[in-house]
T-cell receptor, first 113, second 113 residues
Framework: EAQVTQNPRYLITVTGKKLTVTCSQN?????MSWYRQDPGLGLRQIYY???????DKGDVPEGYKVSRKEKRNFPLILESPSPNQTSLYFC????????????FGSGTQLSVL | AQSVTQLDSQVPVFEEAPVELRCNYS??????LFWYVQYPNQGLQLLLK??????LVKGINGFEAEFNKSQTSFHLRKPSVHISDTAEYFC???????????FGSGTRLQVQP
């Protein structure tokens, strides 16, 4: 089954404790992206990647890192999480580098205390 | 810069009634337009998209949208809604020269029996 898999589904952590949210897709998509969803703000792009070893900042990249060492994986790293990073995070992928039709994961609800 | 405004944060409607979810965008160049749907506890799914050609676009689940360039709008419509259409709907825009989608803040459609 074609899918984008994120883990974990829920995560509670404390300020400053490094964490990684994993994202994997099995559709051989070139384009992958991370979004955060906050009430009243919709989805805002954090980082995106057009292919292996090619990443770029989205609209809200501060406090986040990503890597794209393999085509299928695109982990999101928070090296020193802060409470304002409490949010619902989505990973998405697309066949085309322009992200025309995005396939989304089920989301990761992160709470930073 | 591209931006999207969804004028209604919530739209309550009775089953089998028609519905229109409004979306206006701002961009200085040509755009591609999208509607995504998010069912409870799931990621987003593409509902329909406008890239070029006919301004009336049909999507899945009986939804359609009309691109109006003069009014910079892309409203989503369905002539008769079902309980299963209860979800959050996001309008998104991409300038033809950019790689990133910009999402609106979402409209929660609540279909009541």
């Amino acid at each position: 089954e074609a899918q984008v898999t994120q883990n974990p589904r829920y995560l509670i952590t404390v300020t400053g404790k490094k964490l990684t949210v994993t994202c994997s897709q099995n559709m051989n998509h070139e384009y992958m992206s991370w979004y955060r969803q906050d009430p009243g703000l919709g989805l805002r792009q954090i980082y995106y990647s057009m292919n292996v070893e090619v990443t770029d900042k989205g609209d809200v990249p501060e406090g986040y890192k990503v890597s794209r060492k393999e085509k299928r994986n695109f982990p999101l790293i928070l090296e020193s999480p802060s409470p304002n990073q409490t949010s619902l995070y989505f990973c998405a992928s697309s066949v085309r580098v322009d992200g025309e039709k995005l396939f989304f994961g089920s989301g990761t609800q992160l709470s930073v205390l | 810069a591209q931006s999207v405004t969804q004028l209604d944060s919530q739209v309550p409607v009775f089953e089998e009634a028609p519905v229109e979810l409004r979306c206006n965008y701002s961009s200085s160049v040509s755009v591609y337009l999208f509607w995504y749907v998010q069912y409870p506890n799931q990621g987003l799914q593409l509902l329909l998209k406008y890239l070029s050609g006919s301004t009336l676009v049909k999507g899945i689940n009986g939804f359609e949208a009309e691109f109006n360039k003069s009014q910079t709008s892309f409203h989503l419509r369905k002539p008769s809604v079902h309980i299963s259409d209860t979800a959050e709907y996001f309008c998104a825009v991409r300038d033809t020269g950019r790689r990133a989608l910009t999402f609106g803040s979402g409209t929660r459609l609540q279909v009541q029996p």
